[in-house]
């Protein structure tokens, strides 16, 4: 009977992984699934198994542990900081001249993949139904960049030389070429802040003698639903916490090779009465290449699994906002979404 339980607790929380498929995908443990085990959901249980661990914390990268929630939930949440967690980005460009060879549709749409840093929370989205005049928008829901770059030759260069970098004044147009032209009040309203592209060096055209770009251009708020230029982050990704366990003692000439078939750090070597013996030291670090399984007499030592409800999550941010505020923006967003279910299933109850 304690055999049974154990094979039962291991169906409903671990996916394993074997030499020619994966095994206990699907969620199982719901209501009345398995004689002994009640699965009814439950706040308090919830609560106290429900946990976020940041794990690492940079100016652009995150990763930290969602522990206790279904895969349902962890990639609703995935996709909410791909597709609706708002940014602000550029929409409307006019072009009044462009002489480079780059076509006009062509800029445009390099224009507004550039990641522009502004915080789309202190402002508003923009009426649909507004004109789509030049002079449109306003202080509270559009910002307005301006390029206008000139190439000339430098009149200092050597008449030997062949390199554009010495015979051209502005040939190369970068993205701190763009200058933010504030509208209405939002000078002194972001007095603080610096409004413009995150990375100063990308690249968005070459010209030569004579050619100039004059253009105007207008951010507004959107969410990566409608576009991909509106995504806040470059990736936001999570994978099942790996777990290895030894099922014998491994040494030796096999512990050498068992500790090649993982990635660096997660088996290591320990020394015992002179014999080098196998340690699992840290099954996170683990890709779940499945190496080990392709050698005959390591593939029954080892136990290859997946905890089923811990998500490592790593979320890349563009640089518009610092990933923690994405994480707790997309959190909001998600309970936001709960609420509205709820207050449709309450006026549903009452027709």
């Known amino acids: 009977m304690a055999d049974a339980m154990k094979n039962v607790e ?72 791909l597709a609706e967690v708002p940014t602000m980005a550029i929409e409307k460009v006019f072009i009044y001249n462009n002489t480079s060879i780059v076509q006009d549709e062509v800029l445009a749409h390099r224009l507004g993949l550039i990641p522009i840093r502004a915080d789309p929370r202190l402002f508003e989205y923009r009426n649909s139904g507004e004109d789509t005049g030049a002079e449109e928008g306003s202080e509270i ?18 008449k030997d030389s062949s390199d554009p970098k010495e015979l051209y004044l502005h040939h190369m147009v970068y993205s701190r070429d763009l200058k933010w032209m504030p509208i209405g009040n939002q000078a002194d309203v972001f007095a603080d802040a610096v409004i413009g592209p995150v990375h100063d060096d990308i690249l968005i055209a070459q010209l030569r003698p004579g050619q100039e770009l004059d253009i105007i251009m207008h951010c507004v708020k959107g969410i990566g639903k409608d576009h991909a230029k509106f995504s806040p982050v470059a ?75 811990h998500f490592i999550f790593t979320v890349e941010s563009t640089g518009i906002l610092p990933p923690d505020v994405l994480v707790t923006e997309a959190i909001k967003m998600l309970m936001s979404k709960c609420q509205r279910f709820l207050s449709e299933l309450d006026s549903s109850d009452m027709d």
């Open 141 to 158: 829901d559009t910002i307005q960049l301006q390029l206008k770059v000139k190439c000339s030759r430098n009149p200092r260069a050597s």
């Open 10 to 81: 291991e169906i409903r929380s671990r996916v394993i992984l074997g030499e020619f498929g994966v095994k206990n995908v699907h969620t199982t443990d719901f209501p009345g699934n398995y004689p002994g085990y009640d699965d009814t959901w439950n706040l308090r249980k919830f609560q106290k198994n429900f946990s976020i661990n940041v794990v690492q914390l940079d100016e652009n990268n995150m990763e930290f542990d969602m522990v206790g929630v279904d895969a349902a939930i962890a990639n609703a949440f995935r996709r909410i900081l």
């Open 235 to 309: 990736t936001a990704s999570y994978r099942l916490l790996p777990e290895i366990t030894l099922l014998e003692r491994v040494e030796g000439e096999q512990a050498e090779r068992l500790q090649r078939c993982f990635s660096r750090g997660v088996i290591e070597l320990e020394e015992h009465n002179g014999e080098k013996v196998a340690k699992v030291v840290n099954s996170r670090l683990d890709t779940c290449s499945r190496e080990v399984l392709r050698h005959d007499d390591l593939k029954n030592l080892v136990k290859l699994g997946r905890v089923r409800d």
